[in-house]
């Protein structure tokens, strides 16, 4: 019997570091022709071949409505401790979220690749709105506390635990961003998924082996040791014209690399020699790098898939080392985490206790640099001098404010009003001042004074998404509030603070209510961790 996921990824851990490759499969908008190949073949005869190890399901890619990928992985239950389902959060809340993951339970798919997702770009009629109500940590730390045990209230009116599940959760790092303030809150953000219980990593998709490199010297310096598997895309002409104009959120294709592609584009094959050679020469980087595994994806025929990994295999033991320098295609004035000479570094191998063999680089000194910013003004100094006077627990008038409100939590007239007049002046300085929402978890001092439920199109309140482009919003209409929290954070040296902060989930018991009184009442999210319950009672 072929092994599973799981324990393909253990392999990798061994002294011989056994590197697998997986296979992505993307379904269809409508009902797959009767007759015709289906992805349903398509995933059996890659999952029937040794060469590929697993399949991995995509939820929707590039925000557009198709068949969902557990109804791919219920025609294959025989495979299923070799599917990975992608699980996105956009398309439905928490509680959604959760019946999703107890029938992938219940079916045995244990695999998930846990999500933000893209934004939708298309919908019956018009566009849909996307739902975000967790965000990818939210919903690795909800698949942690199944996989523990959930907390319920019962009909009784107690707290018990229900069965365990099994999941083998991960995620994803966009670690091809071009600035400062995109990058480091990526590799923050991912500090914070593998707390919240992500076991393994998959990069997005670009064309820099050096950006996917420094992700396994990260994790080394944060002492995280965690499989790290790398993303290979076949692209074409058309695909990489659209990666370059960011038409995919997530997906990378520098000037430097297009260019190159449309002088291969232009010969008699239009390229695809090149491409197919691009994509071998990739696994190779990543075997040699040592990587877990590689996911071969942007492939409709799989005896495409066999033909790269034949050649991958093809090459002798230390060519990957060159084609780690001939596979660096960075944008402009890219930003990296590590300083390093190309002309005189030599690659470092991982050894058996996953620790690089000659240590890792200096650390990019911008990083220590104080940077001016526009970001840094005095409505951001105003807001911090109000937070830290008022709103800092245990600091300042927080102990004055909180017994105030607890006397005004009360059920007579005298205090209703109190309470009334107080939320209505919060939410006319707020929405003046903000942007606010009235949502009733405030989320301003956990994102530098930015609303995440008004100026992030995501709600992102854990980190930034992956879809940003040259510091601007997948949306290209505003700067992403993530690049101007790290600017502001930076220049006060606190954005360290960030990591060891708690997962932050909405309370949406709350919309519509005082943040004011719910702060100083405890019903927040800085009070205690919101637990799943069967009731809508706050925290």
Known sequence: ????????????????RRFSVGAEVVTTRGIPTLGNYSPVDFARELLLDERISWVSVTDNPGGNPMLPADWLAGQLSEFAPNIILHLACKDYNRAGLESNLWRYAAEGLNNILALSGDLPVTGYPKLAAGVFDLDSVGLLDMITSMNRGLPILSRRGVTEKLTPTVFFPGCVVNPFKQNENELIPQYYKLIRKIRAGAAWVLPQLGYDMRKFYEIRQFLCLQNLDI???????????????????GKLAGCVV?????????KYSAGHDKGKQYFRELAAKQLAVFRGLGFAAGYLGGI????????IIELSHQYSGNDWKQFYYEIQFPQR????LFETDSETDSLSEFNEFNRLESGLPALNPILKKPKKTKNINLFYRFSRL??????????GLYSVMKKIFQFLNRKNLFCRICFRMIHWIEKDVKHSLYGCTDCGDCG???TAYLCPMNSCSKNMRNGPCGGSMKSRCELD???CIWTIAYDRLKYFEEFDDFINSPVLIYNAALKGTSAWSNLYLEHDHNAKPIQTQNNNSNQ
């Open 444 to 446: 301003l001092p956990d």
């Open 386 to 395: 109000v937070h830290a006077i008022a709103f800092r627990r245990n600091h």
């Open 300 to 307: 409709t025929k799989p005896e495409s898939f066999f033909e």
């Open 254 to 262: 520098s000037d430097k690399l297009l260019s190159e592609i449309e």
């Open 333 to 336: 004035d890219e930003f990296y």
């Open 1 to 16: 019997m072929k092994p599973t996921f799981y324990e393909k990824l253990q392999e990798s851990v061994l002294p011989d």
């Open 227 to 245: 499989p790290v598997i790398g993303n290979v895309y076949v692209l074409t002409k058309t695909v990489a014209t659209m990666f370059n104009a």
């Open 477 to 479: 209409d505003k700067d």
